[in-house]
């Protein structure tokens, strides 16, 4: 049983930066497109970016230009590089696979708290 641990959230002003990472128990990142998500509350949770098996990223509009998705496969990890930070990225942030059938337990979230 794959386990995902994400960490590196925090309390930041507006403008403000953070890495956030995801740890996984597995060698997963070569075999699974995998994905940043978030949750913000009273809100559905949403797609964040994405980084193919191949390397190639995605990411939504709303974070495009601010927020960079990474990965290391040797140390099964996976990170999320994200700056210029703003009030409405406030939210609970999860890793897992991109696409739903392929989906590992979920994690406990790593709270990222944007202040303005």
């Known amino acids: 049983q794959v386990q995902l641990v994400e960490s590196g959230g925090g309390l930041v002003q507006a403008g403000g930066s953070l890495r956030l990472s995801c740890a996984a128990s597995?060698?997963?990142?070569?075999?699974?497109?995998m994905a940043w998500y978030r949750q913000a509350p009273r809100k559905q949770r949403e797609l964040v970016a994405v980084?193919?098996?191949?390397?190639?990223?995605n990411y939504a509009d709303s974070v495009k230009g601010r927020f960079t998705i990474s990965r290391d496969i040797a140390k099964n990890t996976m990170y999320l590089q994200m700056n210029s930070l703003k009030p409405e990225d406030t939210a609970v942030y999860y890793c897992?696979?991109?696409?739903?059938?392929?989906?590992?337990?979920w994690g406990q979230g790593t709270q990222v708290t944007v202040s303005s």
């Open positions: 897992n696979t991109y696409l739903r059938t392929r989906y590992y337990a």
């Open positions: 597995g060698s997963i990142f070569s075999i699974n497109d």
């Open positions: 980084i193919a098996t191949g390397g190639r990223t």
